[in-house]
């Protein structure tokens, strides 16, 4: 067996192991490790910056793309948002051991269903050293273990922060192994993971849809996955003209990088000349490239200082994470379903309108892990939902959709009380 073998082949036992006891650690341990997690992403922001400065900078060297760059960043700003959202899980309720369900038969069994850890939960993901933070710390609080599989981008990133989230847990209780970092960057290690079915439960892969394609197509054990965020907003004939270019803007600006970020703006045809040129010179205003149709071309065009360009066939169902958006006039909400049916990627989609039953249609109508009225979708976040933080974002509907927290992370087993009931 060669040493990378060895590593995963290694890590994966202890961790194993270690999910035994996890099973039925106490919530006052899981709690007291995320709370001394939080305090070390304060105190030790300065060796994590350094770190995180070694990455950044071979990134920037390699020509990464800017999205990608924002995504491998850290600042204290960032360090701070993790801590909060490492003591938000702390705060919320253990999901183990919470009773789903009771019945008693006929017969005098009484069945319950009792929400159990899943296991060992295998992270494979590229670009966002938070994401080391967030996976560990709900896998701990829902009573799993992990395997941490970084990107090569960011191992310096990824390594400080297992290192402190591996050393604050185990002074807190936590078993040895519960969190671990394969070191390794050889890209075999990926391939060997997805075949060890035999100790990691689930497979969740973060990154671009190469990675998430390979996970899926390879992995013997169950895998949850989002895929690419293509994100519309349809801005109703009935929209209050204000709230919706607010929303617009807001989805489309406010972080650019990310999956939930708005990538395609449709308009009512009865609303377009009055909302279009609002839109527009607020997007202006932040250099914001549009690609329009010819019809919202056609009105646009009549404004200097934006940023226009025609839009060709392949703009529809592009996630563009960048200041970019795409712009088409529709003639109804019939052809606006049939647009995101056509090229929505299942991640979330918003409705601006202040019409009950077309906002009721849309909800029922579009088939989408999150579906907005009146709203941004930027709001699509595990930390914004109320969950901590998040695994990731699912685009599946197996077993799990939308933002991953805690009880998605979870399952159940049947347990029987009898009183000496014999099966006839």
Known sequence: MNAVNNELQ????????????????SSEIKNRALENIAVELLNQSSNL???NKLD????EESGMNTALLDRLLLTEERLKSMARDVKAVASLPDPIGEIIETRTLSNGLVIQKKRVPLGVIGAIYESRPNVTVDISTLCLKAGNTVILRGGKESIHSNRALANLVCEAAVKSGIP???????ETLDRSIVNQMLKMGSHIDLIVPRGGA?????????AVMPVVAGGIGVCHTYVDKDANLDKAVAIAFNAKVQRPTV?????SLLVHKDIADAYLPKIATEFARVGVEIHCDAISLSILNQLSGLKLVPAEDDDWGKEFLSLVIAIKVVASLNETLEHISRYGSGHSEAIVTEDSDTAKRFLEEVDAACVYVNASTRFTDGSQFG????LGISTQKMHARGPIGLKEITSYKWIIFGNGQIRP
């Open 49 to 51: 910056l350094v770190a």
């Open 259 to 263: 999956c939930n970020a708005l990538d």
């Open 387 to 390: 969950l901590g933080a998040e």
């Open 176 to 182: 040895d192994g519960a969190v671990t970092f394969i």
């Open 210 to 218: 190469g990675l998430i394609k390979f996970v899926k197509e390879n």
């Open 10 to 25: 290694l890590k994966a036992e202890i961790a194993k192991d270690a999910a035994r006891f996890m099973a039925y650690l």
């Open 56 to 59: 950044y900078s071979a990134a």
